[in-house]
Structure formats: structure tokens, C-alpha cells
């Protein structure tokens, strides 16, 4: 992973995106670059639609309409400026992570729009589980976290609420394109190297492919990862989330389509509940 998009807000959230973000780049090595994008919404400069001028003469009117366009000028000044301040804070952060070539980018418009740009250039997305509107509640995905991930066709990571040392990886694997893309990626990066991978599969004895996780693993184990697998009975979203528990994972990898109950990741139930279960930064590959 040598080029990183981070998306940055005001959110609670924006320290760990950074703190993400910057560890990805600090492992991904010298020529590694990451850039921090803050964007500003229409609806974050626009003021309320109320009409305040009234019925009142046509020359206060004029000097009321006036008066409101100074207004709105001078909060789009006070907006970039905010941005600006994120921006700083997000550089200065992420550098404290390791990350040596770190830039700041400001933009105006629609987050999609604006990721959809920035990631033909780029190997990871990486965003916050909330954003600014979801005020930390537990129950609430960011609408731009489904938003991005829907629409990407680069890998994302989701950071969690704060950043934890990474030490231990899960794959969640189902032996689908996905899943194993995943494990490629994982062989063959510089970010992965030195870390503990367990590459596990869920589902009945008859869904299961122990043939594909055992080369899997082999795969792993021949770039030299410290690769173990698992294979366990039940529902995916309920045993991972549990295995990430027990094993005291530090970070989930999961493709995000495949053959089993997984492959309803984004679209359906299973990634809104992991995500939410999972305490750990999540990444999915398309």
C-alpha cells in the first residue's frame, strides 16, 4: 500500500483516521504517501432558507439582502478556515505515527464524488466508523462510511475509536475472489509483514472449503507470515466478532463479497453488524 486516502472531519473519529492512516503509511515504506482530505459539504457554508427579510420597504430589504450575503461570505471564510485547522492537526498527528510523506488536501462538494477522484490513484481508503453527524451513538453507522465503501472499488479501512497497536490480524475467509484477493494482498505487502495472521473460516461442515484455506495459509506461511487457520461452525458475523474477542485480534481483514453469508457484506446485514460488534479496525476487499 503505497498511496493512502484518508477522510477526515471534525468527528471524534478524525484522530484515529489519522492514527490509521499514518500507521499504514509508516509500514508501507519510504515511497509511501498519504493523503489527508478533508471535504467541505454545500450544506456546511449554505445558510438556512428563511427568509428574513419580510415584508419590510424595498430599501431595508436591499440592505438586509446585503447584510445576509456578508454573512454568508463570512461563514464560508469561517468553514475553509475550520477546514484549514483539521487539516494541521490531522498532518501533525499523522506524522507522530510515522508517516514521512503526509499532505493535506481541502475540497468542496460531495464525499463520494471526491473519493470516487482520489482513489484512481490510490491502494487505500481509510474513514472513520461515525462522522460528525452520528454523535458517537453505538447503534449508528456514518451514512458516509456505507456511502464510500458502496461505491469504492479500492480496499477500505474502517478505524475504529481509537487506534490500538496492530500485532494480530484475522482473515475472515470464505474461500470467495474476495477473501482470497485479500490473502494475496496480505502476502505480498510490506503493512502486513511481522504480524501474526489467523486466517479463519465459518460456516456448516457442507459450506466449508478446508482445501482453500489450507492454501491460503500456505500462501502466507511461503512469504514468511506467522499463519495460522481455524475452521468453526456457526453464523459469521456472530463467531468472527467472537473470535476477534477471544483471540485478542487487533485487526479484521474481510472481503467484501463471496460465497457464504458474507458475501451480503455492505448490501445486506452482515457488515452493519460487524462493524458494530467488532471494536477493531475493519478492512474489506472488494
Known amino acids: 500500500m503505497k498511496s493512502i486516502v484518508a477522510l477526515i472531519d471534525g468527528s471524534g473519529y478524525a484522530q484515529s483516521v489519522c492514527d490509521h492512516a499514518g500507521w499504514v503509511a509508516s509500514r508501507g515504506g519510504a515511497d509511501a504517501s498519504l493523503v489527508l482530505c478533508h471535504v467541505i459539504r454545500r450544506h456546511d457554508i449554505d445558510a438556512e432558507n428563511t427568509d428574513l427579510s419580510g415584508s419590510i420597504g424595498l430599501g431595508a430589504r436591499s440592505s438586509l439582502l446585503e447584510e445576509l450575503s456578508e454573512l454568508d461570505e463570512q461563514k464560508a471564510r469561517l468553514v475553509n478556515k475550520r477546514g484549514r485547522a483539521i487539516l494541521d492537526d490531522a498532518k501533525a498527528r499523522a506524522a507522530e505515527m510515522g508517516a514521512a510523506n503526509v499532505t493535506g488536501m481541502l475540497r468542496s462538494g460531495q464525499l463520494v464524488e471526491t473519493t470516487e477522484e482520489l482513489e484512481k490513484s490510490a491502494d487505500l481508503i481509510v474513514i ?101 487457520s481455524k475452521l468453526l461452525p456457526g453464523q459469521p458475523e456472530s463467531v468472527i466478532a467472537g473470535t476477534v474477542e477471544l483471540e485478542g485480534i487487533d485487526l479484521l481483514v474481510m472481503g467484501a463479497y463471496g460465497h457464504s453469508r458474507i458475501r451480503n457484506l455492505i448490501i445486506g446485514s452482515t457488515t452493519t453488524q460487524m462493524v458494530r460488534a467488532c471494536k477493531v479496525p475493519i478492512i474489506l476487499y472488494r
Open 128 to 228: 472513520g466508523k461515525r462522522g460528525e453527524a452520528s454523535h458517537l451513538n453505538m447503534e449508528h453507522l456514518g451514512s458516509n462510511l456505507e456511502r464510500v465503501v458502496r461505491s469504492s472499488a479500492r480496499p477500505v479501512m474502517v478505524a475504529s475509536r481509537a487506534f490500538q497497536p496492530i500485532n494480530k490480524v484475522l482473515v475472515a475467509f470464505d474461500g470467495g475472489a474476495s477473501s482470497t484477493k485479500a490473502v494475496q494482498h496480505i502476502a505480498g505487502s510490506n503493512v502486513f509483514k511481522g504480524l501474526e495472521i489467523l486466517c479463519v473460516q465459518v460456516g456448516s461442515e457442507a459450506s466449508r472449503n478446508p482445501q482453500a484455506l489450507a492454501d491460503a495459509v500456505n500462501l502466507l506461511r511461503e512469504a514468511g507470515f506467522d499463519a495460522e
